[in-house]
């Protein structure tokens, strides 16, 4: 039971542009959303989470937006750069906690 | 200080067998929780302690099984092992069950022959 879905296995795009993740969850409990990168034999690191009372949230280059109506969210990157390169998995959880992953988007930005 | 610790790192079993994985959480961190992570399927929640005590269960068949011990090191036990269970084991760890972000070790890298 797929209760978070990233129905993008892969994307590219070119150094500068902007990189567009998106993820679709469907628990109308989830309120609380994050993002994580993960590098090759590494395990997933924190990259941006969003509550359910914010639409948008901000750090730097990245940007988390949440469609709750939808149930949608996405990340964006920009300007993306070629070290952004990973996968990156979406996560919601009901009360920050029994976190639900999504499959993951393979990212890939060329120089 | 010291991140998530994940022994081992690789394994290679036969069907049938048994395999524990084993995590060292981030020191003060009370809650420990695993994933698989197989291609396409993504990260699969198996299960989440807090305080020695199972909190929340994924959907995973009763093979899978874990504990976590008084100083908050956590063992996943995967029995009577098949091809499929061939995965990245992820352990994860929290400074308690809602603190949101979770802090992940590097995984073990099971193989099933």
């Known amino acids: 039971d797929q209760q978070v879905k990233q129905n993008s296995p892969s994307l590219s795009v070119q150094e500068g542009r902007i990189s567009i993740l998106n993820c679709d969850y469907t628990?109308?409990?989830?309120?609380?959303f994050l993002w994580y990168k993960k590098y090759p034999a590494e395990g997933p690191t924190f990259l941006i989470s969003?509550?359910?009372?914010?639409d948008k949230n901000e750090d730097g280059r990245f940007t988390v937006f949440l469609n709750k109506s939808a149930k949608h969210l996405s990340l964006h990157i920009v300007p993306s750069q070629p070290g952004d390169s990973a996968v990156y998995f979406c996560a919601a959880s009901p009360r920050k906690n029994d976190m639900r992953f999504g499959a993951g988007t393979r990212l890939t930005v060329k120089p | 200080k010291a991140g998530v610790t994940q022994t081992p790192r690789y394994l290679i079993k036969t069907r049938g067998q048994q395999v524990t994985l084993s995590c060292s959480p981030i020191s003060g961190h009370r809650s420990v929780s695993w994933y698989q992570q197989t291609p396409g399927q993504g990260l699969q929640f198996l299960f989440e302690?807090?305080?020695?005590?199972?909190?929340n269960k994924g959907n995973f068949p009763g093979r899978f099984s874990g504990r976590q011990f008084s100083n908050s090191r956590s063992e996943m036990n995967v029995s009577t092992l098949e091809l499929g269970d061939s995965a990245l084991y992820l352990c994860?760890?929290?400074?308690?069950?809602?603190?949101?972000?979770?802090?992940f070790g590097e995984g073990s890298r099971l193989t099933v022959l």
């Open positions: 969003i509550s359910s009372i914010k």
């Open positions: 302690y807090f305080s020695e005590t199972q909190r």
């Open positions: 628990n109308s409990m989830f309120d609380y």
């Open positions: 994860a760890s929290s400074f308690s069950l809602d603190t949101g972000e979770l802090f």
